[in-house]
């Protein structure tokens, strides 16, 4: 089958699903787009190391990646190898040298691990036929019209009972509320967001640093 090279184009808060963000893959010299519900933990710890921001203690997957060096373990490239029931599977290609094997992994983790690693993603080409949507433009106004986009099961997005809640308190739709941050002058939200890193506050962080980023462009 042929396989298809991957650049992570975006990651963005999940318009259909509370609590989750969507994570873009792009086709590389192509202009399809492969979007992924995921968890906000992963997209957290994706974010702080394309962002090159340096937490206090190891997040979970800089862990991996400093148990895999210390006993000589490359991960040489992740693939996203199937798409069953709007769940994506892959694995981690991995060698010590002289052996290769192959690590079952969710799709949030591997690309966590595949920015650490700087290793290229791959997937399949009929899993962009089946789950690619064809870009003209911005990258990331299409979300905004998705219905259903690769969803995983329990661990990667809140339960049911979770969102219900969450549904409950938030009634006015998450776009239409002003920033918590907006007061705050640029510099304000500089110190804001590197004491939100000290204190491993992630998901803060990325707020802080979507603000800014808003300021800036």
Do not use: W
């Amino acid at each position: 089958m042929k396989k298809i090279k991957l650049d992570i184009v975006g990651l963005s808060y999940s318009q259909t699903q509370s609590g989750a963000y969507a994570l873009v893959l792009g086709e590389v010299g192509g202009n399809r787009r492969l979007p992924v519900i995921i968890g906000g933990f992963e997209a957290q710890s994706i974010a702080v190391e394309i962002e090159k921001m340096t937490p206090s203690r190891p997040l979970t997957h800089d862990l991996f990646k400093s148990f895999a060096e210390t006993f000589k373990i490359k991960l040489e490239e992740v693939l996203i190898y199937n798409l069953v029931d709007g769940i994506f599977f892959a694995k981690l290609i991995c060698t010590d040298g002289e052996q290769t094997s192959e690590i079952d992994a969710r799709t949030s983790d591997a690309v966590a691990l595949a920015v650490r690693f700087e290793c290229p993603i791959y997937t399949y080409d009929f899993i962009m036929n089946t789950a690619g949507i064809v870009i003209e433009g911005n990258d990331f106004a299409f979300l905004e019209n998705i219905e259903n986009v690769g969803n995983y099961k329990q661990s990667d997005t809140p339960t049911e009972e979770k969102e219900k809640e969450q549904e409950s308190v938030e009634k006015e739709p998450a776009k239409n509320k002003p920033s918590p941050y907006a007061s705050l002058t640029l510099e304000q939200l500089e110190k804001t967001l590197e004491k939100a890193i000290e204190n491993e506050q992630y998901e803060t962080a990325a707020k802080i640093r979507d603000e800014i980023e808003k300021r800036k462009s």
